[in-house]
């Protein structure tokens, strides 16, 4: 079983405030990927990242895959209320793995 | 067209029912799959269509029955439901089986067992 473990679980930070999001595990993937999952709606896909150690920016967030492959992290620069929801990592290999998930809250 | 479409939205069903959620895709995805999402729980993945083919089924209790008409259209049949699979379903759909370019996931499916 390939286990993807995100950290924190909740999060409720001050609009502006810059936060960090890790997904750790002991499996490497192939790649992975970031979604962002709003109430009532399905996930959405934010950037894949597939080469150990690559970083992707996108606006105000940044994406880094670990050296080994087993690790991501999320930072987001100035958070604004829009950047509320359910962060999930995911690790690709032969099926798509979920991260358990960081609830995100931006109080404005 | 870039969207999953999955419908209904919501559903109510009682355990002796029998029903169907629908799942559909015309951006030429060869893969399609059905997740299944309780309260503020990640996504867990049911089963995974490549071609028109089933290729992974997670297990899944016979209750649930995975069809594939095209490879456009996923459907889930359900019958003899617990109250325990109440749950968000959700349809997802990738460019192949190996989901490298990432997954585009519908809206789901709000199912309520009673």
């Known amino acids: ?108 | 067209d870039t969207e999953v479409t999955q419908t209904p939205k919501h559903l109510v069903m009682g355990m002796t029912n029998k029903k169907s959620l629908k799942c559909e895709q015309h951006m030429g995805h060869r893969a399609m799959y059905w997740y299944k999402q309780k309260a503020k729980k990640p996504p867990e993945l049911m089963f995974v269509y490549s071609y028109e083919k089933l290729s992974i089924n997670e297990s899944v209790p016979s209750r649930f029955s995975p069809e594939c008409p095209n490879s456009s259209l996923l459907n889930l049949h359900l019958h003899a439901l617990q109250p325990e699979d109440s749950a968000l379903y959700l349809c997802a759909s990738s460019q192949d089986w190996q989901g490298g370019y990432g997954y585009t996931f519908g809206s789901g499916t709000r199912l309520t067992v009673v």
Do not use: M
């Not at chain 1, 993807?4 to 936060?19: A, H, V």
């Open chain 1, 1 to 108: 079983t390939q286990l993807l473990e995100q950290s924190p679980q909740f999060l409720s930070i001050q609009e502006g405030e810059n936060l960090t999001v890790y997904c750790n595990s002991s499996s490497v993937f192939s790649s992975l990927q970031w979604y962002r999952q709003e109430p009532g709606e399905g996930p959405v896909l934010l950037v894949t990242v597939v080469t150990g150690g690559e970083v992707k920016k996108l606006k105000r967030l940044t994406f880094q895959f670990g050296d080994a492959r087993k690790d991501s992290s999320l930072h987001i620069t100035a958070a604004q209320p829009g950047d509320t929801g359910l962060y999930l990592c995911a690790g690709v290999n032969e099926k798509l793995t979920f991260g358990t998930g960081t609830r995100l809250t931006i109080i404005p």
